[in-house]
C-alpha cells in the first residue's frame, strides 16, 4: 500500500485505504472545503518514477473530467505533491462488477441486461464526446448499494479521431487483453465499436459467469479474439432468453461492420429485451464457428479459377494467416510492453497470484527480476500472493522489480477513532481481530462513537489479537427505586430521571399493578436515554384448595401446605380425623390461611 501524507494538497484528509488496482491504490478522504466524502486514487510510487504511466494517469483524469453522466464515476481534482500523483473523484459506495462476479459466478438474465444497460448508457455518452474508453471490464464497472451502475477507470482512453492516440512506443498497457476487440488485438485504429465488443465481452461473463475465450497467455487469449468464435451462451447455461443471446453475439461479431454500430443500439436492444419487445439492431442468425482472419484482405478473380482453385485457396490462407500472424506480433510489441525506451530484451511477466511468496518469488528471480514484498491483511492463506505489480502479461526488462502483495499473519489497525462503534467494529471484525468495548462518559460526543482505541491506529498486530475501543455514551445516572409503586407513579419517575420505560408483566402475590422489580436492578449506574424494564405485578393467582375432611389432623395440615397454604390447626393430637376446614375447598390464593378442627 501507497505511503500517503495525511492531508493532499491542504485540503483532501486521507481516511482509510479502500481499494488497489493495476496502477494505483485508492483511499477514502474527506475534501475539507466542499465538506464531502471523495475517493483519491494515487499511482503507485514505482509508476510514479515512469513519465509514460504518469502521462496515462493525467489522461486518465482529464478524460474522465469532460464526461458528467450519471454512470461515469466523476472527477473532480488532479495533482503531484512531493512526487505523489493523485486524482481526485466522487466516492462510489458498493462493490465492483468483479467481485460480485466472483461471489455470485453469474447474474440473472434480466439483471445482467439491465447494468449491461447503463454501462452502454455511460460508453454512448462518452462516444459522442470523443473519447473511446479501451478497458472495460467488470473491474472499471461499480455498483452502488441502492444498484446504480458506474464506469471508472479512462486511464488509456483516446479519442479515436487522434492518430497519437493509438500505436505509440509509450509504453502504456492498452488494454485488458480478456476483453480486447479483434481489432484492437490486432493493432488496428480503434473505435467506439472496440467499447461495444468489449461490452459484449463483459455481458457474456455475466450471463455465464466465465470470459468467452481463456488461455494461458494474454497473447493466446488474444488470438482467440481473431480466431475463434465464441460459444454461444446457452450451450453454457440453459436458461438463457434468445433475444439476450442474440444481443451478446451481435456486440461479439468478429466483423466490425456487422457488429453493433454504436453503444446507443446495444442499450435500445437491452432496453427493448427488458420490456419484452422484439430487438431492433441485433443480427437475426448467429455466425457459424469458423477461422476469421486478422484483417480482411481485398480478393480478385482468379483468371483460371476452375483450372486451379485449390492453389487459390491456399494463397488466400496463407495470406490469411500472415496477416493474423502480423497482429499479434504487432500485439505483443506494442501492447504488452512496459516502456519504449532502450532495446533491452523484455520478458513477459507470469501470473504467480494464488502462489505461496517463495514460490513465486523463486519463478520471478528465475526469469531474471527483482521482488519486492508487501504484505496486507486478506482472508486467503496467510504467505499467498493475491495480488502483483505489474499485472502478468507485461514485457519488462530484466532487473526489474515485480512486487508481490502478500496475504499476511498481521494486520495494521485503520484508525477507527471518530466512527461510530457499529462500524468500527465491522471494520475491526473483517480483518480477523477481537473488539472489546468499554464505554466511558462524555457528554460532549455522541452516543457511540469511538473516543480511544488501543493499540494504536497504525500498530501491527497477529490476526486475534484484541483491540480495545472506548465508547462514548451518556452520563450514567442511577436507577431510581420504584418497587412498592404503582405502575403510573413509577413510570413518571423513571422518564422524569431521563429514561424511556417499558412494562413486563410479571406473576405476583403483590397487589395487581404494584411494581415488583426493575431491570436495571434500581441503582444500577446507567446512560440516560436506556430503557428501564418495570416488572409490575399482575396479583396474587388463586390456587385449589384440597379438600381435607376425613384425613387425620397432621395429614390434613401436610396436604394444605404443600398446597400453598398456611395452616391453623384446632386438633388434639396428630391422628385426630378432621371434620371441619375454613374456606372449604375451592380456590383461594397462595398464603390463605385454611383453619382446620378436629
Known amino acids: 500500500m501507497s505511503q500517503v501524507a495525511d492531508v493532499l494538497a491542504n485540503r483532501y484528509t486521507i481516511e482509510r485505504p479502500i481499494g488497489r488496482g493495476g496502477m494505483a491504490d485508492v483511499f477514502l478522504a474527506r475534501d475539507q472545503q466542499l465538506d464531502r466524502r471523495v475517493a483519491v486514487k494515487v499511482l503507485y510510487p514505482e509508476f510514479a518514477r515512469d513519465p509514460s504511466f504518469v502521462e496515462r494517469f493525467r489522461r486518465e483524469a482529464q478524460n474522465a473530467a469532460m464526461l458528467n453522466h450519471p454512470n461515469i464515476v466523476s472527477v473532480y481534482d488532479y495533482g503531484q505533491e512531493h ?22 459466478g453469474e447474474l440473472p438474465p434480466m439483471q445482467a441486461a439491465r447494468v449491461a444497460s447503463e454501462i452502454a448508457a455511460a460508453l454512448d455518452f462518452a462516444h459522442r464526446h470523443g473519447v473511446v474508453h479501451r478497458d472495460i471490464k467488470p473491474g472499471n464497472v461499480l455498483l452502488t448499494p441502492q444498484g446504480q451502475v458506474k464506469v471508472t477507470d479512462f486511464g488509456i482512453a483516446a479519442n479515436p479521431t487522434d492518430a497519437a492516440s493509438g500505436l505509440t512506443a509509450t509504453g502504456a498497457v492498452i488494454g485488458t487483453a480478456t476483453y480486447f476487440s479483434p481489432e484492437q488485438a490486432q ?18 461473463e455475466m450471463v455465464t459467469g466465465r470470459p468467452p475465450f481463456t488461455a494461458e497467455s494474454p497473447v493466446a487469449v488474444a488470438m482467440k479474439h481473431v480466431r475463434e468464435q465464441p460459444i454461444p451462451p446457452s450451450r453454457l447455461v440453459h436458461d438463457v432468453p434468445p433475444d439476450l443471446e442474440r444481443i451478446i453475439l451481435t456486440a461479439l ?23 419484452g419487445r422484439p430487438l431492433r439492431s441485433a443480427a437475426t442468425t448467429v455466425a457459424a464457428p469458423a477461422t476469421v482472419a ?13 483450372e486451379r482453385p485449390r492453389r487459390w485457396g491456399t494463397i488466400i490462407a496463407t495470406l490469411t494467416g500472415l496477416a493474423l500472424l502480423l497482429g499479434v506480433i504487432i500485439y505483443a510489441l506494442f501492447f504488452l510492453q512496459d516502456d519504449g525506451g532502450g532495446s533491452a530484451e523484455k520478458i513477459e511477466v507470469p501470473n504467480v ?12 528471480e528465475e526469469l531474471g527480476f527483482r521482488v519486492a514484498r508487501e ?7 496467510v504467505g499467498q500472493v493475491i495480488d502483483q505489480r505489474p499485472e502478468s502479461g507485461l514485457l519488462l526488462e530484466e532487473g526489474r522489480t515485480v512486487t508481490l502483495i502478500v496475504s499476511g499473519a498481521q494486520v495494521t489497525l485503520p484508525d477507527v477513532v471518530g466512527r461510530t462503534f457499529d462500524e468500527a467494529n465491522a471494520e475491526l471484525t473483517r480483518l480477523q481481530v477481537t473488539v472489546e468495548r468499554v464505554d466511558q462518559e462524555a457528554p460532549d460526543q455522541a452516543p457511540g462513537t469511538v473516543l480511544a482505541m488501543n493499540p494504536a491506529a497504525g500498530t501491527t498486530v497477529d490476526r486475534g489479537s484484541t483491540v480495545q475501543l472506548t465508547v462514548a455514551v451518556e452520563p450514567l445516572v442511577p436507577v431510581p427505586d420504584v418497587r412498592g409503586q404503582d405502575q403510573a407513579a413509577a413510570q413518571t419517575i423513571l422518564q422524569n430521571a431521563g429514561f424511556q420505560v417499558s412494562v413486563a408483566p410479571v406473576p405476583s402475590n403483590q397487589p395487581a399493578g404494584t411494581v415488583v422489580n426493575t431491570d436495571p ?24 384448595i384440597p379438600n381435607v375432611i376425613g384425613q387425620q389432623a397432621q395429614t390434613a395440615a401436610n396436604t394444605l401446605t404443600s398446597a400453598g397454604f398456611s395452616v391453623l390447626l384446632s386438633c388434639a393430637a396428630p391422628t385426630d380425623i378432621v371434620t371441619t376446614q375454613n374456606p372449604a375447598a375451592g380456590e383461594a390464593p ?4 385454611i383453619a382446620v378442627g378436629c
Do not use: C, H
Not at 493493432?187 to 457474456?204: E, I, N
Not at 461479431?253 to 427488458?274: C, M, P, W
Not at 486478422?294 to 476452375?306: G, I, K, M, N, S
Open 253 to 275: 461479431s468478429k466483423d466490425i461492420v456487422t457488429r453493433y454500430q454504436s453503444a446507443a443500439e446495444v442499450r435500445a436492444d437491452l432496453i427493448n429485451f427488458g420490456r
Open 590 to 593: 397462595p398464603g390463605t390461611q
Open 294 to 306: 486478422a484483417a480482411p484482405l481485398t480478393q480478385r478473380e482468379p483468371v483460371w479459377q476452375e
Open 521 to 544: 436492578a434500581p441503582g444500577t449506574p446507567t446512560p440516560k436515554g436506556s430503557t428501564i424494564t418495570v416488572q409490575v405485578s399482575e396479583g396474587p393467582q388463586s390456587v385449589a
Open 375 to 381: 504484505d496486507q491483511f486478506d482472508p486467503a492463506p
Open 187 to 204: 493493432g488496428y485504429q480503434v473505435d467506439g465499436r472496440s467499447d461495444v465488443y468489449a461490452l459484449g465481452v463483459v455481458l457474456y
Open 83 to 104: 512526487g505523489t500523483y493523485f486524482i481526485v473523484m466522487e466516492y462510489v459506495e458498493g462493490q465492483s462488477l468483479r467481485e460480485i462476479l466472483r461471489a455470485q
Open 353 to 364: 497470484v494464488g502462489q505461496q511468496f517463495d514460490a513465486a518469488a523463486a519463478q520471478l
